[in-house]
C-alpha cells in the first residue's frame, strides 16, 4: 500500500497548500483557531443533489470536489491535497465492534488544465475511491515511509481537513432531528477545517 501513496503523493509527498492570510505564517504552529457556521438554503442542496445524480458521485465528491476548486483558486495552486477522516470499517465483521478503527486519507486532486465540473468529479471520484481501497496503511505509516520534511508551522501531507458527518451521526435519539453538534470554536489541529 506505500507503493501506491507514493505513487499518488510523490516520493516526498505533496507540496504544502499556500493559502492567502493576513499575517505571516508562525514559524511554530499556534493552534489558535474561530469558528463560522454557515447553512445552505434548500436551493443550493437540491441543486447539489442533482449534480449528485448526474455525475454518479456521492455528496462527499461533490463537497470535497467543489472544495478543493476554490482552494485551488485561492492558493493559485494546481495540486490541491486535503485530508479527511474515514471510518474504516469496510469489513462485515468490524461493524458492531466497539473501537477506534479511524484512519486518516490524503485526497491529492489535480485540478489543472481548467476541467468542466463532470471532469473534475472524475478526477475526484479516482482519488477517493483509490484512498478507500488503500485505507489499511495508518496515516503515521504514510508520513513516515514517504519521509516528509517535517515543517513546525503546518501539519505534514495536507494543512485542511474536511470531515462529513451522516445525519444519524448528528441526529438526535429521541426525535430523530438534526442537533447542532456544538463546535469548538477556540482550538484546530489544521489552517482549515470543513465540518
Not at 10 to 32: H, V, Y
Not at 71 to 87: H, M, N, T
Not at 111 to 123: N, Y
Request: net charge negative; proline share 5%; hydrophobic share 45%.
Amino acid at each position: 500500500q506505500l507503493a501506491y501513496w507514493r505513487g499518488q503523493l510523490g516520493a516526498a509527498g505533496p507540496a504544502p497548500l499556500e493559502l492567502p492570510t493576513d499575517r505571516p505564517r508562525p514559524k511554530l504552529q499556534t493552534f489558535n483557531a474561530g469558528n463560522v457556521q454557515v447553512w445552505l438554503d434548500e436551493g443550493t442542496v437540491a441543486e447539489v443533489a442533482t449534480l449528485q445524480r448526474k455525475t454518479g458521485s456521492t455528496l462527499f465528491m461533490v463537497l470535497l470536489g467543489t472544495f478543493q476548486l476554490l482552494l485551488s483558486r485561492y492558493s493559485r495552486q494546481d495540486e490541491v491535497c486535503v485530508g479527511s477522516p474515514y471510518a474504516g470499517r469496510d469489513e462485515a465483521g468490524t461493524q458492531g465492534i466497539v473501537g477506534y478503527f479511524i484512519n486518516t486519507l490524503v485526497l491529492l486532486v489535480d485540478v489543472s488544465g481548467g476541467p468542466t465540473l463532470g471532469a473534475l468529479l472524475v478526477r475526484v471520484r479516482s482519488a477517493v475511491l483509490g484512498a478507500f481501497e488503500h485505507s489499511d496503511l495508518p496515516f503515521a505509516a504514510i508520513v513516515d515511509g514517504l519521509r516528509v520534511a517535517r515543517d513546525a508551522s503546518r501539519t505534514p501531507m495536507f494543512q485542511v481537513m474536511m470531515a462529513l458527518q451522516d445525519d444519524e451521526d448528528m441526529a438526535d435519539g429521541d426525535t430523530g432531528e438534526v442537533v447542532d453538534v456544538g463546535l469548538d470554536g477556540g482550538t484546530a489541529k489544521f489552517d482549515l477545517e470543513l465540518t
